[in-house]
């Protein structure tokens, strides 16, 4: 089945400091990859839609200069979360949708196994 | 705005009884639901994706109804197990890129 790879699993550092996170598809492409935050027993919130070879849609709400998204290839999109604080602590997943031909969307989405991210 | 709800929070069952998820929402107007699994501090694990067009979708042990209409779509957990303990969450997709999530409901069976 299809594959998304989230790295790293879990990340400290220290508050002023910026965090890269990678989300790969390992066995098929994506076009779009989205980035959700969960905060403790809320739920998944939609941050942004990654889209490949162009800028990221960011949700209402998410600046997107703290949270800087990358998605350079049908395989790869990174989140970087710059001048980090302790607020910005949260469980961060990815997700992608595989590209399916004319990329239907009717494709279930595949996740990551999301990133735990303390800043202290 | 959609707004999703899922009902219980929390559940506890003995093992080997049948169970019944409900997920609620308020925009009919979905282009698809999904049913999702969350283990403690790990990503999701998708369970079944129902497009809008369908009523239900069977795998294994699970099977999730939908009714556009209503607004509503249940998941049912046949012969539960110790395994099964864990968060399940549903998810609906407008026809955009938006997905919004239930808060989830929190599984436990007891051996």
């Known amino acids: 089945g299809a594959v998304v790879s989230q790295h790293p699993s879990r990340v400290i550092c220290k508050s002023g400091t910026s965090v890269k996170i990678e989300c790969r598809s390992l066995d098929f492409q994506a076009t779009t990859m989205f980035w959700y935050r969960q905060f403790p027993k809320q739920s998944l919130m939609l ?6 070879g162009s800028k990221a849609t960011y949700e ?3 600046e997107k200069d703290k949270f800087l998204i990358n998605h350079a290839s049908l395989t790869l999109s ?3 979360v710059t001048s980090a604080h302790p607020e910005d602590s949260s469980f ?8 399916r031909g004319g990329g239907t ?11 735990r991210l303390t800043v202290t | 705005k959609q707004e999703v709800t899922q009902i219980p929070a929390a559940l506890s069952v003995p093992e080997g009884e049948n169970l019944v998820l409900n ?9 698809n639901l999904q049913w999702f699994r969350q283990d403690p501090g790990k990503g999701l694990t998708s369970l079944l994706l129902i497009q809008s067009s369908q009523r239900e979708q069977t795998s294994g042990r699970l099977n999730a109804s939908l009714d556009k209409s209503s607004g509503r779509s249940t998941l049912y957990i046949a012969a ?4 099964d303990s864990a968060t399940y969450l549903c998810a609906v997709r407008l026809s955009g ?15």
């Open chain 1, 47 to 52: 941050m942004a839609t990654s889209n490949e």
């Open chain 1, 60 to 62: 209402q709400g998410v």
């Open chain 1, 78 to 80: 990174t989140l970087t």
């Open chain 1, 92 to 99: 961060y997943i990815c997700s992608a949708r595989e590209t």
């Open chain 1, 105 to 115: 969307g009717s494709s279930p989405l595949h996740f990551g196994n999301g990133t």
């Open chain 2, 23 to 31: 997920c609620s929402f308020t925009d009919s107007a979905i282009y």
């Open chain 2, 80 to 83: 539960s197990q110790p395994g």
């Open chain 2, 97 to 111: 890129n938006q997905f919004y999530f239930g808060t989830g409901t929190s599984l436990t069976v007891i051996p």
